[in-house]
């Protein structure tokens, strides 16, 4: 099983920053891609942005020139630095890895999300 926890999220206002990192444990033998995820009240679920383990990163357009994400492998851990964050910023925010179990099967998991929230 693997398991991902994630930390960082909170209270901040409009113009602020946030760090939010989600660390990987359990039976993995690698990981492909770390992604953050969002979903707002009433919303759907929309990626934010995303990594992969050949170093090739992406973003929503909403956040691109704000939010950086990077990861470091040998921790198995992925981080999402916010800057100049906005009211429409606010979402709970998850953590999404895939990858290869010890064994050999694959898999894709979910963090518990965290709240984000930008006061205007």
């Known amino acids: 099983q693997v398991q991902l926890v994630e930390s960082g999220g909170g209270l901040v206002q409009a113009g602020g920053s946030l760090r939010l990192s989600c660390a990987a444990s359990?039976?993995?033998?690698?990981?492909?891609?770390m992604a953050w995820h969002r979903q707002a009240p009433g919303k759907q679920r929309e990626l934010v942005a995303y990594?992969?383990?050949?170093?090739?990163?992406n973003y929503a357009n909403s956040v691109k020139g704000r939010f950086a994400i990077s990861r470091d492998n040998a921790r198995n851990t992925v981080y999402l630095q916010m800057n100049s964050l906005k009211p429409e910023d606010t979402a709970v925010y998850y953590c999404?890895?895939?990858?290869?179990?010890?064994?050999?099967?694959?898999?894709?998991?979910w963090g518990q999300g965290l709240q984000v929230t930008v006061s205007s």
């Open positions: 359990g039976s993995i033998r690698s990981i492909n891609t």
């Open positions: 990594s992969t383990s050949n170093g090739n990163t």
């Open positions: 999404n890895a895939d990858g290869w179990y010890r064994g050999g099967s694959y898999f894709s998991n």
